[in-house]
């Protein structure tokens, strides 16, 4: 073999090599743009009588804003539909009025670091709004499907 072939045979590996890590740079590179703008929706069901409000929040904790897409409601184990209003009416039956409700048709946009009430009692009585209190930690379960801006991931956050 003579010297010529022999760096041609080296130069090929090395461009075939640059190329390699180019490539998987650029993968690692997406999957990072990816995570910077991901959201993370968390639930918290408040039952406060300090603070005097009793209800289910919903907080993006993550980077980006989440879309919502769909939503499932389920009291008592029941599937009972979506969360809109009927279905509030539904939930809430014969409670007192007073309860806040947040709507989440699908596009709904939840930015970083903004927190929404589905449903919230203020003031709260520990007493005379025990039923409220019961349905929030016990009864009701609302499922919030999302995605981020690029879509396609299905996240799922529920109490």
Request: hydrophobic share 40%; no cysteine; proline share 3%.
């Amino acid at each position: 073999m003579s010297a010529e072939s022999v760096t041609a045979a080296a130069a090929t590996l090395i461009a075939l090599g640059s190329l390699y890590v180019s490539i998987v740079q650029s993968r690692l590179n997406v999957i990072h743009n990816k995570h910077s703008v991901r959201p993370l929706l968390q639930q918290r069901q408040i039952k406060d009588g300090v603070a005097r409000q009793s209800g289910i929040e919903l907080i993006n904790a993550g980077l980006g804003p989440a879309i919502v897409t769909r939503t499932q409601v389920y009291l008592d184990g029941e599937h009972i539909g979506t969360w809109t209003r009927s279905v509030f009416d539904r939930v809430l039956g014969q409670m007192r009025d007073g309860v806040q409700k947040y709507g989440l048709p699908g596009g709904t946009v939840i930015l970083a670091g903004q927190s929404v009430f589905l449903l919230r009692l203020a003031p709260f009585d520990r007493d005379q709004d025990s039923d409220f209190g019961d349905l929030v930690l016990r009864r009701l379960r609302i499922e919030v499907h999302y995605e981020s801006l690029y879509g396609g991931e299905d996240y799922v956050v529920h109490s």
